[in-house]
Every structure is written in structure tokens, then in C-alpha cells.
């Protein structure tokens, strides 16, 4: 019932106040609320509030309040704003108004944002709410973790981190809409037209969004009484913060954000193949069959995953070394040696055991949560009673990052699987744990418990490892955990409800700052299928992170065990990521140096036009600029239509250059899926076995799309490294600018060199079209016939020598 209740706007006070300016670069406030205090004899006293607005360079603007009733503000999000500037600089200017509200407008006069007149921001207790007028045509996106669907129109939703299969019924989370979920980022885009605003809610307490501006009264009748729709916003509880950025495109808009919140750094090369997973991988012997079986099938694969049976008895930083790893560290060494990755689960959970070595060491240190009654907390996990480490304190990070660097350290282990952590804590009240020695309430870090778990073990992998780049996935996440870790989206079930809004969570994640993100494939709970596989494997395969995932109970779903016609589909398309393993990583070197989304909507690219409607198209997608998907998604589908934006697309299922602009219908097979590259792109793709998972990325075939008639200038910049140490940061990188165009059918193309760090480039260039003539820098080049299997369909292509 908690996650269906929200502070009700009717019973909020609303302050009216003059506005007091203390400077051209910032605007302070003062007024007065009632301050509730039960068990006094006024228990409804006046209290000072200040407000302070404050403008940065990209207009973004800072919102803060403080009060005796909000003393401080607990989020650990560590924001990066720019410079501070004037509020007259930038495109937006902004009017605080007498009501506590404020009007934010472009250069052109027009709203970006208004608060509702009156009823602009309120207070209840120690709850907040700010209201925005909405207007016809809006539309939202973001909010972080949500199986709500892309476009977010009248939803209300809280953020409070939830073990969905623990705090939901079955009934919910398997073919409903569980919400909230394991991820809180309080964080909505507001569309006008084509100009975006966001809004960040910059506090860790439970919060919640509505663009619902009705009432309704058990679902069944609108009981609004006042005119406006409103799109609502605010805390439970804890400094009502807000940060406000201006696009003015979704582009713009997401790199600000993502700079604000923390990039995602780049991730070790090896984190983007393919990754094999099962709970109940358990033994040295699970990890020989996998890795014998990716060898015998030629299935490239970087990550093989260990689930909580490896430990002894669930012991955190343990193996079953008795039955599972008798020679743990050799035995690691001898699967690794191949070049995969062990990448080990690991628990926050410890067990409440006298003897047990990291328990012994967490009371020694007192890192472990409070209960009210100034005790350990003790929570029911996969141990048995467990202690819960607070990494809220930095004494408590320290410790966990110690342990995190003994244990892999130990063991050779360069990657892990962060669980449990939205906290967990099975039948025990999780509100009975306490933060920061027992002195804050639960509310204060809840939602930062999988952060701050992320922040601490990425402190342990850097210490054992300085030179190397960590890979950590965690269930749990809060605003700015995509600085530590990336993350799956939980628990998901094998059907095609899961798979379908799988791309919108994915899409509205990575608009919410952590684009470093993807579902379990084939779905973790119940049974999956073969054409179920085929289609989640043809949808996902270019998903930032790609790994196959199923419970212990369930039918096994390696790729060998489905008939050959399946496997070898799968096959292909594991194959065609690593091909294209080149274009994804670039993509993540963007992100860490401009903040671009990785996956992203049609219309970041594109821009939503009333002749072509793009704004809730939630099946077809983007990776990067350059390929779009539209995947079949539903059961039994074998027809869909596909809207191409406005450009030319060469679609790979055939071969087939088609005008944008318009809708298609595209037919269902087996082979092939609906991909489409736009004209212009030079894609940077492997030269590597099809079976090989090594990168390589000095040997790269760059495809071309352009045709001999052709008018677009094409252009790519291809940054290549060791794909694994921060070397890179030293200066140990390449880079080179590629352009290519097209005079009286003959191709011409110029490079660049942008940095030589790295060395240099064996490049070779794939072409879509039979030029009369191919030339690199004024020289000709020359070309042979290649053929090609994009997506189930060799091509007959060229490729210079």
C-alpha cells in the first residue's frame, strides 16, 4: 500500500511572500510555514524557510531550501554544476514570483516552465510538493527505472529502491507494471514541442512524481476541483531541492544532465560482449562446461557469471572451496587463461556469525547499520541473519573496499555482480536500519544503499587492480550511480511483456543519466522458449549491456541446448555485437567526454513532427547516431510497421536503400531482423574471427553508407586503445577523423590523424555501392567483392585492398 500513496496536494500549506533579491547572481528568499510538532502544547508553530536560486552555465538553475525542518541535505550524489553565472546570462531568464513559484522563459519569450499561480510550492509536515502548470501537448519521459512505458503521461509514481519480487505480488511482477523497482532517479523531462526541460529532485528521501493532473477516487471517478492540470512533484520528507536544466533538445538536455549526475566512465572492453549467467552456476565444473561449450560452439564470449551457491553457505567473500573450487585461485587462472572473465556475485548481506572472519572484522570496526535500539541491525538474507555494512559513512565504504580488494585480489577476479543492495532484507522491517552510526533514519540513505555499495567496491577494484579498468553491474541504483557501476534492470520474467517494455525502461534509464544499462535476455524467471530467445537475442543484441540470465528452477538456456536453427540464429547475432564492438565502445568514449545517450529514442536524433510522430514510438530505437532498430517484440507478430525518420536508411535485411520519411511494413523471419543504417554513417567494424571475443581495435573495416548518388557528407571520429588499463588517461590513445562524399559517382575519402598515442591504424573501407572510383586522400584505391552476412542475408558488397 506504501508505494500507492502519495501527499495529497489539498492538504499542503501554501506560502505567500514578498520576494527579497540579494545580488544580480542569485535570488534569496525568506518566508514562513507552520512547523508541526505532535506531543507540544502549540504543536502548530511558525518557522523561517529560506529558498536560494542560483543559475549555471547551460541554464541550469539550483533550487535549495533550508530549515530547522530540513537541516541538511543527505543525498551523496556529489552533483558537478558548471560555473555560476548571472540570472540574466544564458537563453532563459527566470521571474521568482510573490507565491514562492517561479516562471522560467527562452529568448523567444515563450514558458519552459511556470509554477501554478498560488499553488506553487506547499508543505505538509515534512513533506514538499512543487506544482508546474501543464500544457495541452506535453508529453514526459525519464524517471529513471520504470516498466511504465516510454512517454510518461499520466502516471504518478514514488522512487523508493524495491526488491520487486520480495515487496510485490507475483501476479505484478509478472505480467503488470511492479512499480517502484530496484532504481530511484527522481528526474522528469518535460517535451514541449520540440524543447526540453528537466527536472532533477536533488534528495534521497522517498519522492514522487505526477503528470496526472486529475483526481480520482479508487480508480473509478475524477473528483478534480480546481481547473488546472498539474504536473506535481516533491519529497516525503528532506531539503525539497531541485535542479532545473534547459535543452533546449534532448540531446542537449541529456548531455547536461549527465555531466551534472557523473558520466559514465569508460568501461573495460570486455564488459561489452557477451555474457553467460544462471543461478546455480555454482563450481569450477559449472565454469569448465561453460567455457568448453563457448569454444565447441564458437560462441565469442567475455563473462562467465558465478551466483550465491559459489559461496560457503552464502557467506559473502567466500568459496565453496570444499566441493565447488578446490584450488580457487588456480582454478579461476585456468578458465581465465582463455581470456574470459569470472565475474563472481556479491552480496552487501553479511553473515551474523562468531568466527566468520569478515564479520568478526565489521564488529571490530562497528561499520554495520543501527537498529533504534542502538544494536546491529540484523536483516533475513540468503545466510540467515545478516549484517548490513553502512556506506553512508566513509569508515563504512573503507571497510567494504577493503574487503572487495582482499577478495579479488586474492582470487584474479576483475569484475562483479553487485545484489541485494536496493537494501534487501527479507522479512525484517528495513526501516529498523539505521544510518550513519545509528544517527540518521532509514529514509536519509535508502535509496543510496546500492550506490553507496557500488562507490565502496569500485574504491576495492581500483586498489587491487590501479592499472585496470573496473566492470561492476549492480541491481540497485540511485542519481549518479552510473560514476561506479553499470546496471541490469532486475529480476524480469520470460515473456514477451517483459521483452517488449524492456526497451522503454532501457531508453528512459539512459535519459536519466545510466545509460549503462540492459535486461536480463530471455528473461530470468519462469521458462523461455525458442523463438522467445530468438527475438529477445535480435532486440537486445546491440543493448549496452547483453547478458543471458535464468533462475535455478527453470529450463536451462545456454545457446547449445536449443535446436540448431535457433542456436545458429543466436549465434549470429552474439557474433554480429562483437563485430560491431568497435561503433558500441566509441559510443561509450562519447559518453565519458560529451554525456550522449548510448541507446536512445528516435527523437534525439530525430526531430517529432506532426507529418511523422515520433515521440511514442516505443519498439524502434537508436544505438548511437547511426543504427536503428524496430524488433519484433509481441508474440506471434509476423508483420509490424516501421517509421524510417527523415533521411535515407539502407536496410540490412536485404540490402535495399529506402527514402526516410515515411512508414514501412516489414515481414517477420527467422534470420533477419529489421535494422537500418543511415545514409552518411561510416561504422568502424572487428576484423577478428567471428568465433574470437578478443578486441583488436588497430584492424578496423570502416563501412561506408553512401551511394554513387549520394549528396550527404559522411563523418565519423574513431578513438581506439588497449580496451582495458587508464592508460588512455596518459595519453596512451588514437584517434582519427574520417569524411567521406560522393562527385560524379566516385567515392572520395579523407582522414585525419587526431592523436597518435596508441599508434597506428590497419583500416580497410567496405563499401555499399559500386562507385566508379575510390580514393583516400587523392589516392585510388582499389576493390575486390566482398560478400557479407549483415542480419540473414549474405550481401554483395566491395572492399579495398
Request: aromatic share 14%.
Amino acid at each position: 500500500m506504501y508505494f500507492n500513496k502519495y501527499p495529497y496536494r489539498s492538504n499542503f500549506e501554501y506560502p505567500n511572500t514578498g520576494v527579497k533579491k540579494t545580488s544580480e547572481e542569485e535570488v534569496n528568499l525568506q518566508f514562513e510555514v507552520t512547523d508541526f510538532q505532535p506531543n507540544a502544547e502549540n504543536p502548530h508553530q511558525k518557522m523561517d524557510v529560506e529558498l536560494g536560486l542560483t543559475k549555471y552555465e547551460g541554464d541550469i538553475y539550483y533550487v535549495q531550501f533550508n530549515s530547522k525542518k530540513w537541516p541538511k541535505n543527505y543525498a551523496q550524489s556529489e552533483l558537478s554544476l558548471p560555473k555560476q553565472i548571472n540570472l540574466a546570462e544564458g537563453m532563459t531568464s527566470c521571474d521568482v514570483k510573490e507565491d514562492l513559484g517561479f516562471s522560467i522563459k527562452n529568448a523567444a519569450g515563450e514558458s519552459v516552465l511556470e509554477s501554478i499561480d498560488q499553488f506553487g510550492f506547499g508543505v505538509s509536515g515534512k513533506s514538499s510538493i512543487f506544482q508546474f502548470e501543464r500544457h495541452d501537448g506535453d508529453q514526459f519521459y525519464g524517471m529513471g527505472e520504470k516498466l511504465l512505458g516510454l512517454e510518461l503521461s499520466n502516471v504518478t509514481t514514488k522512487f523508493w529502491n524495491t526488491d520487486v519480487w520480495a515487496d510485490h505480488h507475483h501476479k505484478v511482477y509478472t505480467n503488470d507494471r511492479p512499480d517502484p523497482m530496484y532504481v530511484s532517479v527522481p528526474y522528469i523531462i518535460i517535451k514541449r514541442g520540440n524543447s526540453y526541460v528537466g527536472i532533477l529532485i536533488d534528495n534521497p528521501y522517498a519522492t514522487y512524481m505526477s503528470t496526472n493532473g486529475k483526481v480520482n477516487v479508487a480508480g473509478q471517478m475524477d473528483a478534480s476541483e480546481k481547473e488546472h492540470d498539474a504536473i506535481m512533484m516533491g519529497s516525503e520528507h528532506g531539503q525539497p531541492n531541485l535542479v532545473i536544466f534547459y535543452g533546449p533538445s534532448l540531446a542537449e538536455l541529456t548531455q547536461k544532465l549527465q555531466k551534472v549526475v557523473g558520466v559514465t566512465p569508460l568501461p573495460p572492453a570486455w564488459a561489452l560482449g557477451y555474457h553467460q549467467c544462471r543461478w546455480g552456476y555454482e563450481s569450477i565444473n559449472d565454469l569448465k562446461y561453460l567455457d568448453a561449450g563457448m569454444d565447441r560452439f564458437g560462441i565469442p564470449c567475455d563473462g562467465l557469471w558465478l551466483d550465491i551457491e559459489y559461496m560457503r553457505g552464502y557467506r559473502v567473500f567466500t568459496f565453496e572451496e570444499e566441493k565447488n573450487f578446490p584450488d580457487v585461485k588456480n582454478n579461476i587462472a585456468d578458465i581465465q587463461s582463455n581470456g574470459r572473465r569470472i565475474i563472481p556475485i556479491i552480496d552487501p548481506g553479511v553473515k551474523n556469525e562468531a568466527g566468520y572472519e569478515v564479520c568478526d572484522s565489521g564488529l571490530k570496526e562497528d561499520i554495520f547499520c543501527k537498529n533504534p535500539q542502538g544494536q546491529n541491525f540484523v536483516g533475513l538474507v540468503w545466510p540467515g541473519e545478516t549484517l548490513f555494512p553502512d556506506y553512508s559513512t566513509e569508515k563504512g565504504r573503507t571497510w567494504w573496499a577493503a574487503q572487495v580488494e582482499s577478495f579479488i585480489k586474492d582470487n584474479g577476479i576483475t569484475g562483479a555482480w553487485l545484489d541485494m543492495n536496493d537494501p534487501a532484507t527479507g522479512d525484517a522491517c528495513c526501516t529498523d536500519m539505521l544510518f550513519n552510526g545509528g544517527k540518521d533514519s532509514h529514509y536519509t540513505y535508502h535509496n543510496q544503499y546500492g550506490m553507496g555499495m557500488s562507490r565502496a567496491s569500485r574504491e576495492g577494484f581500483q586498489a587491487a587492480f590501479p592499472e585496470d579498468r573496473p566492470f561492476l553491474l549492480s541491481r540497485s541504483g540511485f542519481t549518479g550511480t552510473s560514476k561506479y557501476s553499470a546496471l541490469w534492470t532486475g529480476d524480469n520474467i520470460s515473456n514477451y511483456h517483459y521483452l517488449k517494455g524492456s526497451i522503454a525502461c532501457t531508453l528512459n534509464l539512459a535519459l536519466s543519466g545510466i545509460p549503462f544499462n540492459g535486461p536480463d535476455v530471455g528473461g530470468f524467471g519462469e521458462n523461455t522458449h525458442a523463438q522467445l530467445m530468438k527475438d529477445w537475442t535480435k532486440a537486445g543484441f546491440l543493448f549496452p549491456f547483453f547478458r543471458n540470465h535464468s533462475i535455478k528452477w527453470s529450463e536451462n538456456q545456454e545457446l547449445w541446448v536449443f535446436d540448431e536453427q535457433t542456436r545458429e540464429v543466436l549465434i549470429h547475432y552474439i557474433r554480429l555485437r562483437y563485430k560491431l564492438r568497435p561503433y558500441l565502445y566509441n559510443l561509450f568514449v562519447n559518453q565519458e567526454l560529451l554525456g550522449d545517450a548510448i541507446l536512445r529514442p528516435l527523437f534525439y536524433d530525430f526531430e517529432d513532427t506532426a507529418a511523422l510522430p515520433l515521440s511514442t514510438i516505443d519498439d524502434q530505437f537508436m544505438v548511437g547516431p547511426s543504427i536503428m532498430q524496430a524488433p519484433f517484440v509481441e508474440e506471434d507478430q509476423q508483420s509490424r510497421s516501421v517509421v524510417l525518420p527523415q533521411t535515407n536508411w539502407f536496410a540490412a535485411a536485404n540490402g535495399e536503400w529506402l527514402q526516410g520519411g515515411q512508414t514501412i511494413t516489414v515481414e517477420k523471419d527467422d534470420a533477419s531482423t529489421p535494422l537500418f543504417i543511415r545514409e552518411g554513417a561510416i561504422l568502424p567494424l572487428s576484423t577478428v574471427a567471428k568465433e574470437d571475443h578478443t578486441f583488436k581495435a588497430k584492424s578496423i573495416e570502416f563501412h561506408v553508407f553512401l551511394t554513387k548518388t549520394s549528396t550527404k557528407t559522411g563523418s565519423t571520429n574513431y578513438v581506439f586503445d588497449d580496451g582495458q588499463s587508464f592508460n588512455y588517461q596518459k595519453g596512451e590513445r588514437s584517434a582519427i577523423k574520417l569524411n567521406a562524399y560522393v562527385e560524379e559517382g566516385s567515392l572520395y575519402i579523407e582522414s585525419e590523424l587526431l592523436a597518435d598515442g596508441f599508434g597506428e591504424l590497419d583500416l580497410s573501407f567496405v563499401l555499399y555501392d559500386q562507385f566508379e572510383q575510390v580514393f583516400l586522400n587523392g589516392k585510388n584505391l582499389q576493390t575486390k567483392e566482398h560478400s557479407f552476412n549483415f542480419i540473414g542475408k549474405f550481401l554483395s558488397l566491395l572492399k579495398t585492398m
